[in-house]
């Protein structure tokens, strides 16, 4: 992580931090001098300083908006990159830790933000707050002790004054938060497509856009939470202020003597609280720093050597597998080989091990005994996110993200042949800004094959990709598949009909 002091927006919140806490400070000072005046019987002098606490009492006010402001800035950009960068992890590391962590960016963000980012700020008002009452009742040595409650009605008005704007605020965070977690989720569930389509920074973008979008209602509503507890606070000053002109007038009659005891009330009150709150605040930090360091953590990089334009074939040289909950192999001592531009078939009942197969090909599961050779060279040894660039593998519930058909092909490569794959798909009905929710099952097994197309592979592996559409249209696509020169075509199929068969260079049967 950054260094905190390395921020512009820290730094800001925290000089605005303590100017708003100095202000404090020299407004128990006027109260002092106005009751001062009042005692001395000076009405002109007592008047001067109760407008000069009143400028004081607004200034103190935009001192805290502004001192808000630039908390928010600093909290809201540290969750923005907190998240960027636990999202751009996401999408480099293992496959199968894709969805592990999705709380990350909700329930513990919440977390993350009250108790680290925000506390960071907050420490430094409290410590200053504390400092300067501390100065002060030095100051004035504290020549009177007096515990004074004063109830006024004014506050309880800034609730109402706010509640409709609060109201439309949440409305528009939950909605855009809940927008920003289904495209985290959509993400995540599909991160093989990305990776394997090299569509990172696509996706970074989207998630980029709908992450600024979220904080910023974050910050829209917390900064008008703040306005409101601010506002009461004024309100609260404005009562303070009026007790003290009423016991002005009260001594310059004779009534009350001795009124610097309100200074040192209202210096009490920032020396006291901040005690207690400064090391809750520095216990919450402890316990949520781990939390606030793991969205920074870098995801594994993968060492292992770029593959080669294919030329060959791949081949399998006593392939066995096994699932730990099975005492049999569903592969047992497999050799075959695949060769470049040729088309397969694979085919056998239920379980007798195709999918293992097929994803044995495509570099997602290791072999157990035997070897996976990509044009002679061990899948094992081979960089997988290049290697699924160069053999990509789909199977009937390939993932579409929630976008239109033509995003969902393109994935940020625009290659303008969309139109042409859903036409020779037997999809020339449905328009590029279509959303997958029109999409019948079929139609969203072609998408997935045209998203392929569009940056096509050596290999292309598809398993069980006719199980939702008619013999005719089954036929019709693999026929399209086998007009792309040098693409070796791998089809794991429960078909028997003999027409579809027949297209193949050579069927094997397991």
Not at 61 to 74: D, E
Not at 296 to 313: E, L, N, V
Not at 373 to 402: C, N, P, T, W
Not at 451 to 460: D, E, F, I, K
């Amino acid at each position: 992580m950054k260094p905190t002091w390395k921020s512009s927006n820290y730094l800001l919140a925290a000089v605005f931090a303590i100017l708003f806490s100095g202000l404090g400070v020299l407004l128990a000072m006027l109260m002092m001098m106005t009751v001062d005046a009042a005692i001395e019987g000076d009405l002109r002098n007592m008047l001067i300083y109760l407008g000069l606490t009143v400028a004081l009492a607004f200034m103190e006010f935009i001192i805290g908006v502004v001192f808000r402001y630039f908390t928010l800035r600093y909290t809201r950009g540290a969750l923005e990159k907190s998240k960027n960068a636990l999202y751009s992890n996401m999408l480099k590391g293992p496959v199968s830790d894709s969805e592990d962590n999705i709380a990350m960016y909700s329930t513990n963000t919440d977390i993350v933000y009250n108790n680290y980012y925000a506390n960071k700020v907050l420490i430094v008002l409290v410590g200053s707050q504390f400092v300067f009452s501390v100065i002060g009742v030095i100051y004035l040595n504290w020549i009177l002790f007096l515990v004074s409650f004063f109830v006024s009605l004014l506050p309880i008005f800034a609730p109402v004054i706010y509640q409709k704007r609060l109201g439309a605020t949440i409305e528009k965070y939950s909605k855009a938060s809940k927008a920003y977690i289904d495209y985290v989720q959509d993400s995540a569930k599909g991160v093989y497509d990305i990776k394997s389509f090299f569509a990172q920074s696509f996706f970074e973008k989207g998630h980029g856009e709908l992450n600024t979008a979220v904080e910023k209602t974050r910050a829209n509503n917390r900064m008008l939470n703040f306005l409101m507890e601010r506002t009461s606070n004024l309100l609260g000053s404005f009562s303070f202020i009026a007790i003290i002109g009423v016991g002005g007038l009260l001594v310059i009659r004779g009534q009350m003597t001795i009124g610097v005891m309100i200074a040192v009330i209202q210096l009490l009150n920032g020396m006291v609280s901040p005690i207690g709150t400064f090391f809750t605040f520095i216990g919450e930090m402890t316990s949520s720093k781990e939390l606030a360091s793991s969205y920074f953590k870098q995801a594994p990089d993968d060492k292992g050597i770029a593959p080669p334009a294919f030329t060959g074939s791949i081949t399998l040289e006593g392939v066995s597998y096994s699932y730990p909950q099975s005492k049999d192999d569903v592969l047992s001592n497999v050799s075959m080989q695949f060769e470049k531009g040729c088309a397969y078939a694979i085919t056998g009942t239920s379980g007798c091990g195709k999918t293992t197969l097929s994803k044995i090909i495509a570099g997602l599961m290791d072999v157990q005994k035997g070897k996976v050779l990509y044009d002679g060279i061990e899948v094992k040894d081979i960089d997988k996110s290049l290697y699924m660039s160069k053999v990509r593998y789909i199977d009937q519930s390939a993932h579409l993200f929630d976008m239109s058909v033509r995003d969902n092909i393109e994935m940020g490569n625009s290659t303008g042949k969309y139109k042409e794959f859903l036409e020779n798909l037997r999809m020339a009905d449905i328009e590029g800004d279509t959303g997958i929710d029109a999409l019948s099952g079929g139609q969203k097994q072609r998408s997935v094959i045209a998203r392929a197309l569009n940056r096509l592979p050596s290999v292309l592996i598809l398993d069980e990709p006719t199980a939702n559409l008619d013999v005719d249209t089954a036929i019709s696509v693999i026929k399209y598949l086998q007009k792309f020169e040098g693409l070796t075509l791998i089809v794991v199929t429960h078909s028997d009909n003999t027409e579809m068969l027949g297209l193949f260079d050579s069927v094997v049967r397991m």
